[in-house]
C-alpha cells in the first residue's frame, strides 16, 4: 500500500519542537498533571503497575466517554490512541477497493490520504468561503450516489472553525440514508466553542454514523494519546480487531488520567478553561489580522483555537511558510497543506504573550516579502 506524503504533520513533526515559536497547533496550550491531578490521585498513580490495560479500554473510561452520547453504554466505545487512531481505524475498516467516499474540504488530511491509499474514490465536498465555510446542500446532494459507502465530516471544522447549521446537518443524514452510506464525523473540537453552545453531535441522528473524539484538542491533553470511536455496538465489535494490529491497547496511564480529565466536575472545569483560552486570544490575533494594511481576509472561527485567513500575496503558502520557519524561527499551517493555497492556519491557543511575540515575528517577514515584491 502506497501512501501520500502527509503535508501538514511532516512539517509539524520536524519543526514543532525546533522553532521558537510554534502558532501551528490547533489546540489550546496543554494542561499540566498537577493542575488536575489531586494529592490522592499522585499516590495512587506511584503505586500503579505498569501492566496492559484493556485494549478497547478499561471498562470505567468507556463508560464515562459513553456517558457523553444520550442512551449509549460502554459497549458502543472504543478507546484508541489519540482521534487519529481511530481515523485509521475507521478507514480501514469500512473502505474496499472502488468504494466512492465524500470528503469535506478543506479538512486534517489523514483520513484524505488514508481513504486514497485504500483504494476509494475521493469526492471532494468544499466548504464555501461566501457561504461562511458551510457546503452547498444542492452539492452534497449530487455528490452522493448509490455508490457512496462513506460521508466524512469534520465538525467543528478544521482548519476553518466553522460549524455545521442544522440544516447542513439534516441535509447530510438525509443523503447517506437515501444511499445507505455511513456517516464518519470527526468532532475533536466540540467543546472547544468560542461563542454560543456546545456543537451538537451527529450521534443519535442516523444508525450508520461512527463519532470520532478525543481529548487534544477541546482538552488540552494531547500528550495523553487518548481518543475514542463512538458508534453502534455491532459495529463497535467488528471494528475492535483492527486494533490489534495497530496499537493493540490504549497506556494504562494514560486511561487512568483520561477517567480523571472526563469525571463530570473536572471535565467541565477543563472544557470552561478552553474556552476561555480562545476568547481571551482570539481578540489579540483578530486585531493582528486587521492590521496588517488589507493583507488578510477572514471569516471568525465559531470554534477551534484556530483561524483560517487568506492573503492577498503571491507567495505560496510553503515557500512563504518555509522562509518563516528559517528566517523567523516561527511556525504556522500554509494553506496548500489543505489544497488551499495563499492561505495560512493561524494557532491562538498558546499563552497570549507567547502568541503575540510569534505573531510579531510572522509581521517581520510579511514586511520584507512585501517590500521584495514592490
Given at each position: 500500500m502506497k501512501i501520500d506524503h502527509f503535508k501538514m504533520e511532516r512539517m509539524q513533526s520536524t519543526w514543532e519542537n525546533e522553532v521558537e515559536y510554534n502558532l501551528s497547533e490547533s489546540g489550546v496550550h496543554p494542561l499540566t498533571l498537577g493542575e488536575f491531578l489531586s494529592a490522592d490521585e499522585v499516590r495512587e498513580i506511584q503505586e500503579t503497575a505498569l501492566g496492559y490495560s484493556q485494549s478497547n479500554g478499561t471498562p470505567e473510561l468507556r463508560g464515562q466517554i459513553a456517558g457523553l452520547y444520550p442512551g449509549a453504554s460502554p459497549e458502543n466505545v472504543l478507546a484508541t490512541n489519540g482521534s487519529s487512531e481511530a481515523n485509521y481505524v475507521l478507514m480501514w475498516s469500512l473502505i474496499e477497493p472502488g468504494d466512492e467516499v465524500v470528503f469535506m474540504m478543506p479538512n486534517y488530511m489523514q483520513m484524505w490520504g488514508l481513504i486514497r491509499a485504500f483504494g476509494a474514490v475521493l469526492k471532494p465536498l468544499w466548504l464555501k468561503e461566501n457561504l461562511g465555510w458551510a457546503p452547498d446542500l444542492d452539492e452534497l446532494r449530487t455528490l452522493v450516489t448509490p455508490k457512496t459507502k462513506l460521508i466524512v465530516i469534520t465538525n467543528p471544522n478544521n482548519p476553518t472553525g466553522a460549524v455545521l447549521s442544522g440544516e447542513a446537518m439534516s441535509a447530510i443524514v438525509e443523503a447517506a440514508q437515501r444511499v445507505g452510506a455511513w456517516i464518519v464525523a470527526d468532532e475533536v473540537y466540540q467543546g472547544s466553542e468560542r461563542t454560543g453552545e456546545t456543537t451538537p453531535s451527529f450521534w443519535g441522528r442516523y444508525d450508520r454514523s461512527a463519532i470520532v473524539n478525543g481529548l487534544s484538542k477541546a482538552y488540552g491533553l494531547p500528550g495523553l494519546r487518548?481518543?475514542?470511536?463512538?458508534?453502534?455496538?455491532?459495529?463497535?465489535?467488528?471494528?475492535?480487531?483492527?486494533?490489534?494490529?495497530?496499537?493493540?491497547?490504549?497506556?494504562?496511564?494514560?486511561?487512568?488520567?483520561?477517567?480523571?480529565?472526563?469525571?463530570?466536575?473536572?471535565?467541565?472545569?477543563?472544557?470552561?478553561?478552553?474556552?476561555?483560552?480562545?476568547?481571551?486570544?482570539y481578540p489579540v490575533l483578530e486585531s493582528w489580522l486587521n492590521k496588517q494594511a488589507g493583507l488578510f481576509s477572514f471569516i471568525p472561527p465559531q470554534a477551534g483555537a484556530i483561524a483560517f485567513a487568506r492573503y492577498a500575496l503571491k507567495t505560496n503558502s510553503t515557500d512563504l511558510v518555509t522562509r518563516l520557519i528559517h528566517e523567523k524561527s516561527t511556525l504556522i499551517v500554509p494553506g496548500d497543506h489543505f489544497e488551499m493555497d495563499h492561505y495560512l492556519r493561524f494557532g491562538f491557543g498558546s499563552e497570549p504573550e507567547y502568541l503575540k511575540k510569534g505573531l510579531a515575528r510572522v509581521e517581520e517577514l510579511l514586511a520584507g516579502l512585501r517590500q521584495t515584491i514592490g
Open positions: 487518548i481518543g475514542w470511536i463512538a458508534g453502534p455496538r455491532e459495529f463497535i465489535q467488528k471494528t475492535w480487531p483492527y486494533h490489534d494490529y495497530t496499537t493493540i491497547s490504549p497506556s494504562l496511564l494514560s486511561d487512568r488520567f483520561a477517567r480523571i480529565a472526563l469525571s463530570p466536575p473536572l471535565r467541565e472545569k477543563i472544557l470552561k478553561r478552553t474556552r476561555g483560552i480562545i476568547k481571551n486570544n
